[in-house]
Structure formats: C-alpha cells, structure tokens
Nanobody
Framework: QVQPVESGGGLVQAGASLRLSCAAS????????MAWFRQAPGKEREFVAA????????HYADSVKGRFTISRERSKNTAHLQMNSVITEDTAVYYC????????????????????WGQGRQVTVSS
C-alpha cells in the first residue's frame, strides 16, 4: 500500500517562498506520476502540478506556471513543490497524489487518475 507523506507548508506573507515535499517510498512502479492538487474553502479540488517519474517531464496549471516548480528525487521517491512569489489566492490545503501506473496527458489534471493521496498540508498566504 502506497501512502504519500507530505511535509512543509504553513503561514507565509504574499511574495514569499515555501516548499512542500511528498515521499512515496513504497511505490515500486517506474512510470507513475506524482502530482499536487489544492483545495480552497468552498471550492473544488484543482490541479497544481505533476511530474512523470521516469522521464521527469512536468506539467503546471496556468495559475502557477512560472511561480511553482515541481521536481523529484528518484533515490528517495520524493517529490517537491517549490512555491515562489506566492499570492493570497494560493491559500488552500495542498494534497500530494500518486498514480498506480502511467497517466495519459489528457488525464494528468484529473483527480480520479490518482490512486494514492496524502493527508494534505495547509498553506496560508497573508496579504
């Protein structure tokens, strides 16, 4: 059973940086995808970023492109989300997700494509 474990997050001021990490040490597949989603109060869960474990190619939501960077440490089965120049609209609970196998491009942004989910980390950006 793969259980992603998240760390990082917290309270920061607008314009600051912070990093989220997600470890999925039990995952043994080579072609899975790790992603970050977020959910603000009263809103649906939305895609933030994803990275393919084998090739390392990355994908971002338009709202975070140029500010957030997703990366991976293959030896530790850990993914990171570096968040720079955060804005108040980034306030949400951030969830790490891992697929069981590969995910086609058109499904990368769909929560149902991911089988394993972390507990979520609160990120609050103050103005």
């Amino acid at each position: 059973q793969v259980q992603p474990v998240e760390s990082g997050g917290g309270l920061v001021q607008a314009g600051a940086s912070l990093r989220l990490s997600c470890a999925a040490s039990e995952h043994t597949a080579n072609n899975f995808v790790m992603a970050w989603f977020r959910q603000a109060p009263g809103k649906e869960r939305e895609f933030v970023a994803a990275i393919r474990w084998s090739g390392g190619d990355t994908h971002y939501a338009d709202s975070v492109k140029g500010r957030f960077t997703i990366s991976r440490e293959r030896s530790k089965n850990t993914a990171h989300l570096q968040m720079n120049s955060v804005i108040t609209e980034d306030t949400a609970v951030y969830y790490c997700a891992a697929s069981r196998w590969g995910v086609v491009l058109t499904a990368l942004r769909v929560p149902a494509s991911y089988l394993y989910w972390g507990q979520g980390r609160q990120v609050t950006v103050s103005s």
